[in-house]
C-alpha cells in the first residue's frame, strides 16, 4: 500500500522477526487494525513493516529499535512517533483521537421528518436539538446567527461524535413537549440520550459560552437529566425545510361588507 502522500492516516509499526515484544504485539496490533477500519470507515489504516527486510526505509525514518510505531499524516512531511500505550485500547484510542481531528465538523440538519431525527439521535451517542425561535421573529439573519452558534459548537465537539439539529418553534410540538420545552422560551436546547430515552435540557444562555458550559458539563458525565416524557419519541411532523429566506406574514383577506346588515344607533347610544 501506498502511505505517502496516502489521503488516509497510517500507523505503521516496524519489527524485527527475532523481536519478543513485537511478538507480542501483533495480536493487540492486528485487534486493533480491524476495529479502527470500522471505526473509521478505512480512514486510519494500521500497517506493519519488517524493518530487517527493509533496512533502508527504516533507516530513512530513524527507526531504531522494535517495535517503533509512526504516524503518516497526508499534509506531514515526516512521520512522528507515536508514544502511547501499547495495548488495543491504547491504539483505537488515538486512532480515533486523530480521525476526529481530520474530519470536518458534522452536519447540523433541521428535523423535517422523523428519519432525520431518529437516524441522527440512535446513530450517536447525543443529539443536541435546538428549537429556534419563529422566523418572523427572528429574520433570516437572527436565524443565522444561532445555526453559526450551533455549527461552532458542533465543530468544537466533533471528536465526541455527536449528531446536531434544529427546528423551528411550533413546528414540532409533541417533540418539545416531550422534552419540557414548549412554554420555556425559544431558543431553547435539549441534549438526547436515545439509549436510555434521557435528555438534558440548557438552562444558560443560547450563546456559545452558555452552550459549551453546558455541553461540557454533559461530556463530564454531570448536569441534571430527565426522562423523555413517553420514554419514546413521540409523533413529527413532516414539514418543508427552512428556504433561507426571511418569513413572509400570511395575506390577510379582505372582507366584504357591502351584504352586511349593519343597523344605524343613534350617536348617544352605547
Known sequence: ANVIGSSDIWMVEFYAPWCGHCKRLEPEWAEAALEINEQTGGKVKLAAVDATANQMLAGRYGVRGYPSIKIFRKDEDAPVDYEGGRSKSD???????????????????????????????????????????????TGASGRNDYLNIMKAMANKYKKKFWGWLWTEGGAQT?????????????????????????????????????INEFLRELS?????????????????????????????LPIEEDIDLSDVDLEDYDKDEL
Not at 97 to 115: G, H, K, R, V, W
Request: glycine content about 10%; aromatic content about 8%; hydrophobic content about 40%.
Open 174 to 210: 409533541e417533540l418539545e413537549d416531550s422534552l419540557g420545552i414548549g412554554g420555556f422560551g425559544y431558543p431553547a436546547m435539549a441534549a438526547i440520550n436515545a439509549r436510555k430515552m434521557k435528555y438534558a435540557l440548557l438552562k444558560g444562555s443560547f450563546s456559545e459560552q452558555g
Open 91 to 137: 491504539f483505537v484510542a488515538r486512532a480515533l483521537e486523530m480521525f476526529a481531528e481530520s474530519s470536518p465538523a458534522p452536519e447540523l440538519q433541521e428535523i423535517t421528518d422523523e428519519d432525520v431525527l431518529k437516524k441522527t439521535c440512535d446513530d450517536h451517542q447525543l443529539c443536541v436539538v435546538a428549537v429556534l425561535p419563529h422566523i418572523l421573529d
Open 220 to 248: 463530564y458525565g454531570r448536569g441534571s437529566t430527565s426522562p423523555v416524557k413517553g420514554a419514546a419519541f413521540p409523533n413529527i411532523n413532516m414539514v418543508d425545510p427552512w428556504d433561507g429566506k426571511d418569513g413572509q
